[in-house]
């Protein structure tokens, strides 16, 4: 590879180190955050709102992925960055300065839409920016940006949370956050509008109003998940509310799916083989992954009695591991092996769970999540890279935006569903009605099995590289044919 075409190459060097930047600092607030989660409901309370701290946040990535993805498209990645560092910031802010775990999640609500800006505009600009010979090398450096704050990211957190208070892991970030924004905004202006092959069927309005209804659809699906139990005294009986939670689900269920459908390439929702199969693989992976990740923290302080940092070490491991696939991921890309390396890394995903969930067994020391946990992240760095090359390698000209969007978008889902899941299971353990230990064995074993599922799904991603020739993106101004067939 010449100096040109390389990452570093002199007339891209300063957008890589600012992606990669802000990476970084993204990263650092989510390993962070979950690390202190059980410090702040410790003061705060509200353990039957635990899940809902992710899914929140998740949640309203949908929105901000959508926009985000279009208006990239059609003007730019700058605004896009821009709204979304702001909105970043505002949300780590209300978190920061909360006093109710509802305020809490409020905070990340609005964090979510500027979480889900970035990340967009972040692989949008790596398919627009960087030849095709050049991309895995970058899915690879983003991926790297996460071994530092994954290293000393909890250990810090679980460190500022332990001496000074859990607030000032989420307010000390945002100073940094801005800088970066600052930093990167006038690199990703230079890319201006994207030079479209074809013309979207739907415009940015109507994007919106869909990422509107499938965060809706979404959320009552979640919230089906947490309908309690209907008390009769006189009967002494206490029933489940199924039938409110059907409704609740159809109707959630029936506005997601037909919101899916507009935001997504045509056959994801059938698991039609090929590039629509890499969406749901991304969704099914991300369930299972961080539907787990989610409460390893909770288990290693709540239920063997470990500290926070301690919590937080699980989580380290799994970020050092995870780059290592994703580099792991760029030699293989080389060799045009896509298929197998995906279905490897769900079926270490799976692995890695059900070792993790040998901490519940008080015989084994509290380190089997971390190990576990290890496991997991190689597989998430084999299987999401790989599957995010895949995205970026089948998008046609003018349309990485869009595709960008979707692979955040099912990304995001995954993440909701997975711990909405969860936590729908683990605030029975708060109602009484399962011991904590129960609740997180019933997570790790429905984790377990949504990691079996992608393993079935991964078959059915592309096997070999498309035929798309490794060029250059064209200067603004110039049309692009679509290649992609």
Known sequence: MSQGEGAFAPERRLLTIGLIGLVTIAAFEGMA??????????????????????????L????????????????????????????????????????????????????????GAIGSVVYASIARAYPASVTPRMIALISSAWIVPGLVGPA????????????WVFLGIVGPLLVMGLAVYPQLARLGPAQRSAVGSRSDTRRGFDALRLAFGS?????SLSV??????????????????????????????????HLLPVGTLR??????????????????????????????????????????????AAAVSWATGSWLQARAAAAGT???????????????????????????PVLVAAAGWMVAGLGMGLAYSMLSLLVLETAARGEE?????????????????????GGAIVAMADAGQLSLPTAIGLVDGLMFVVAFAAVLVAVRVPRRPPGRPDTTPAPVGVAVPDLTG
């Open 60 to 115: 309203t990535n949908i929105i901000g992925i959508t926009l985000a993805g279009s208006d990239a498209d059609r003007r730019g990645p700058a605004r896009a960055l821009g709204v979304g560092v702001l909105l970043f910031g505002a949300g780590m802010v209300v978190s920061g300065i909360a006093n109710d775990m509802s305020v809490v999640i409020a905070g990340r609500a609005i964090q979510g839409f500027g979480s």
């Open 33 to 58: 955050v979950p690390t202190v989660l059980p410090a702040l409901v410790g003061e705060l309370g509200g353990l039957d709102l635990y899940g809902w701290a992710f899914s929140a946040f998740w």
């Open 338 to 364: 896509r298929r197998t390396l995906v279905v490897v890394g769900a079926a270490l995903i799976g692995l890695g769970i059900a070792i993790t969930a040998l901490v519940l067994l008080p015989p084994l």
């Open 271 to 316: 698991l039609q083989r090929g590039r629509p199969s890499t969406f749901v693989a991304i969704f099914t992976i991300a369930f299972a992954f961080f539907g787990t990740e989610a409460f390893v923290p909770l288990t290693v302080v709540e239920v063997r009695g470990g500290s926070v940092t301690l919590g937080g070490l699980a989580l380290s």
């Open 228 to 261: 309690g139990a209907l008390t009769i005294p006189a009967l002494g009986l206490e029933l489940p509310r199924i039938m409110p939670a059907i409704v609740i689900a159809g109707i959630g269920g029936l506005l997601a799916l037909t919101s899916l459908r």
């Open 156 to 167: 810090l957190a679980g460190w500022v949370a332990d001496a000074i208070g859990w607030r």
């Open 401 to 421: 935006g869009f595709s960008s969007a979707g692979l955040q978008l099912m990304f995001t889902l995954g993440t909701a569903f997975g711990a909405g899941a």
């Open 219 to 223: 959320t009552l699906l979640l919230a």
